[in-house]
């Protein structure tokens, strides 16, 4: 695991030194990706820099230290992440009659290899693993940018004029005074529905992140070329067509395999290694088949809340007892997620709002006290159906969607007549156990979403934190995420596999796995995804739906193969997710740091935001009416970002203009 940085100056007017001194402060930026070892690799003739920074994971000699030139000295390489078939592949490689001798033993190097004999795109094709590299071609003076198939790996690219950057995090880019930092106010907005920056956007205009599962190809002087070599339309679509046909207990048996073989690739390292347990279904499965495969117990950790809503943590101890780890846990404060709060921005690099980026971070802390890999359960929600939002979605959708539209419109205007405080009085005249928490706020959510042509425009508005995020945000044009509009969505018919496909190619990368990958690597610690081995993705979209979601649970067969190493009794309980008392924390300890970041005369300075929108939805949060706790962190961790930006970041705006006053 490590981070990586470079540009190409099409020009090429600088000097061999002027260029190290460049692309080494890029890659000063991501040096906690990789305080290991660093390295420069630089060609004045064509304008082109490569700059590293290494976590030493497999082959920790010198034989693996980047960039890394291929036998011939063709290919240049910068690799972050890991290709777990590396032994396989070198194993291909020489029976195809590859007869160079190897200098080490990391992956890397074969990597390299393997595109000398096969080619780019075949070369990738044969990877199992989680990876983001850039390859200079020196014979043909083109650069290649690989992003693995589910973009647990990040990567990003700019054209800056005649500058082309590459990179781990946007933060490398800041460093070098070519980048035009100009802040794009409709990723602002789709922060504020979302939470997080939807792909291709980044935060600033001039960058874009890089589509899983894709290459990108730039030559000097030219528009870069993106083309796919695997799509996860293509996988779910050939899965429904082509359903798995067995049993079962058919099913059952294969998934144990694949998941033993994923976890398995996933503990070959050379460093201390164990895995985040939260007690839930998918770490649970993943820690339980880690631990079979150990021969001695696997350190697990674990983050805990005193406040026993969101206290997973005697589940996870529990489950950890069962399977004989050697556990760690930390009880997180709202001390603790103020010590953190300021930290943010920094970690994640561009504004980031899904709260639970809080104990992810200080999970990482805790594993990083112990070891330098830790596997999680990302993706089991994804894949397998675990959301609430499936269930709500589909049994909402069934309830209303043979309305006609005028007549889901009407019901929609009438419950909005009726503000959330009304209803929620109207509740207090049932028995307590009978009244609904937060009815107001779940009405009102639910009249917006009533009001919908199609049930794709209804999980939009279902998943949305700002129902009308352009017109909170000053000049922001309106614009959606593209799969929304994909003419492709018409080969998933059923709506909740749609929900699913989804959040797979939005919400998981987006979101999901940009919070563990900047909340580990910034404590260097390497975090690895066994449920997004792509052959389980492949295996998983062949089940049929009831294989899934059964007598009204998500996850039935992941639940089946954990049942074999964990009695169902530890497992069984409502899904909490990994949440933290945020509603509490906003109007106690956190109050004065959201009161001084939500100032109206501040807003009014900024620009960004229309003040009085922000101001009422603060106030109604404050007084108790209504629970605007997830809005609210979207306008906070934008806030957090902006406060940090500084004249040396070259930060730049979109009408209307930030007054220079807020950059110094």
């Given at each position: ?42 060609d ?6 490569l ?17 890394m ?14 290709a ?69 790996k ?27 930092a ?10 504020l529905r979302?939470?997080?920056i ?14 899983p ?85 696997v350190?697990?950790f674990?983050?805990?809340f ?6 997973e ?23 603790d ?9 920094d ?5 980031f709002?899904?709260?639970?980026q ?34 709500i ?37 049932l ?11 779940k ?33 922001a ?54 449920l ?26 992941l ?70 706790q ?35």
């Amino acid at each position: 695991m490590c981070g990586f940085a470079g540009f190409v100056d099409s020009k090429a007017v600088l000097a061999n030194d002027s260029l190290i001194e460049l692309v080494r402060k890029m890659a000063a930026r991501v040096r906690h990706r990789g305080p290991d070892d660093s390295g420069e690799w630089v060609d004045p003739s064509v304008g082109v820099a490569l700059g590293f920074r290494r976590l030493s994971i497999i082959d920790l000699s010198l034989a693996g230290h980047q960039p890394m030139l291929s036998r011939s000295g063709r290919y240049v390489m910068v690799f972050n992440g890991e290709a777990y078939n590396f032994e396989e592949v070198r194993a291909e490689l020489v029976a195809d009659g590859y007869t160079s001798a190897f200098r080490g033993h990391s992956d890397t190097e074969v990597i390299l290899a393997a595109i000398e004999q096969w080619g780019l795109e075949e070369t990738v094709k044969r990877l199992i693993g989680m990876f983001a590299f850039a390859v200079w071609d020196r014979d043909l003076r083109m650069l290649h940018l690989v992003r693995d198939r589910t973009g647990v790996k990040p990567l990003y690219y700019a054209m800056c004029g005649s500058h082309f950057f590459f990179g781990s995090e946007l933060k490398a880019f800041v460093a070098h005074p070519e980048f035009v930092a100009s802040v794009d106010r409709s990723a602002i907005a789709q922060l504020l529905r979302y939470g997080y920056i939807p792909a291709p956007c980044t935060i600033y205009s001039t960058a874009k992140k890089l589509a899983p599962g894709c290459i990108l190809s730039f030559a000097p002087g030219k528009e870069p070329i993106e083309s796919a070599y695997w799509s996860a339309m293509d996988v779910v679509s050939a899965g429904i067509e082509n359903p798995f046909s067995g049993s079962d207990r058919d099913a059952e048996d294969a998934l144990d395999e694949l998941l033993r073989s994923a976890i398995r690739y996933r503990m070959i390292a050379d460093v201390p290694l164990g895995v985040f347990l939260s007690g839930g279904v998918d770490s649970s499965v993943v820690t339980a088949l880690m631990q079979s495969q150990s021969s001695k117990p696997v350190k697990t950790f674990t983050i805990g809340f005193r406040e026993d809503r969101y206290d997973e943590a005697a589940y996870a101890r529990a489950v950890a007892r069962h399977l004989g780890t050697d556990h760690e846990e930390l009880y997180v404060t709202a001390g603790d997620a103020l010590d953190l709060v300021p930290k943010l921005p920094d970690i994640y690099d561009e504004p980031f709002a899904d709260v639970s980026q809080l104990p992810t971070h200080l999970v990482s802390v805790l594993a990083r006290r112990h070891v330098t890999v830790s596997l999680s359960g990302d993706g089991g929600d994804e894949l397998f159906g675990g959301y609430n939002r499936y269930f709500i979605g589909r049994t909402f959708w069934n309830g209303v969607g043979w309305l006609p539209g005028s007549l889901r419109s009407a019901g929609g205007r009438a419950l909005a007549h009726v503000r959330p405080e009304r209803w929620d009085r109207l509740f207090q005249l049932l028995p307590r156990r009978l009244r609904p928490r937060n009815a107001g706020d779940k009405i009102s959510k639910a009249a917006y979403v009533i009001d919908v042509p199609n049930p794709d425009t209804m999980y939009r508005r279902l998943i949305s934190h700002w129902q009308s995020a352009e017109a909170v945000v000053l000049g922001a044009p309106a614009a959606e995420p593209l799969v929304w509009s994909d003419h492709r969505l018409n080969r998933i018919r059923d709506f909740t596999q749609r929900m699913m496909y989804f959040d797979l190619v939005t919400y998981l990368c987006d979101d999901i796995l940009v919070k563990v990958d900047r909340a580990s690597m910034a404590v260097s610690l390497e975090s690895r995804e066994p449920l997004l081995d792509h052959r389980l993705i492949e295996f998983a979209w062949k089940l049929p739906l009831r294989m899934k979601i059964r007598n009204g649970r998500g996850k039935w067969l992941l639940r089946r193969v954990l049942s074999r190493y964990v009695p169902p009794k530890l497992i069984n309980r409502p899904k909490m997710g990994f949440g933290v008392p945020l509603l509490e924390w906003l109007r106690g300890p956190l109050r004065s740091w959201a009161e001084e970041l939500l100032d109206e005369r501040r807003l009014r300075e900024e620009s960004f935001f229309d003040p009085a929108v922000i101001r009422q939805r603060w106030a109604e949060h404050l007084s108790g009416k209504r629970n605007w706790q997830y809005s609210l962190w979207n306008v906070l961790m934008f806030q957090m970002w902006l406060e940090r930006q500084d004249a040396s970041a070259n930060l730049s705006h979109e009408q209307p203009a930030l007054p220079r006053s807020r950059i110094g």
